[in-house]
């Protein structure tokens, strides 16, 4: 008589196939649009590279770079939460000064109305 019951046995077997889906490596990037990804990968190259002249430079655009015909993207350094933030992901209330450059979520908080469009400066009033 078997220790071993058959039936338990196989039915292990059957599921082993299933089990044997390999996580492949992915990192948290790879889960976001490629532009995306992107622009998280160069936000942290910045906040790397700036270090603590964050806090010189809150508040002003790091980079401008054409998406498209329409579309410019903007990197920033938001005047509130002092993170490099990006015009496409964070919003951006843009100062026409470029020294109070802010992201949306903050805009948001101090009641500050963005203007339609995603903050091109030309609606401000
Ligand atoms: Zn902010």
Known sequence: MGRIRRRDKE??????????DEPSDVSEDEDLPKDEAGRRKIKRQYSELLGVRIEKL?????????????????????????KVCHNMDDGLLEDPENANNRCAPCA??????????GGKGQAAA
Do not use: W
């Open 58 to 82: 809150k508040g002003r655009i790091l980079n401008r770079e054409r998406i498209n015909k329409t579309i410019e993207g903007v990197y920033f350094i938001c005047i509130d939460c002092k």
């Open 11 to 20: 039915k292990k077997k059957a599921f082993s196939i299933f089990d044997d």
């Open 108 to 117: 948001r908080s101090k009641g500050i109305p963005l203007p339609p469009g």
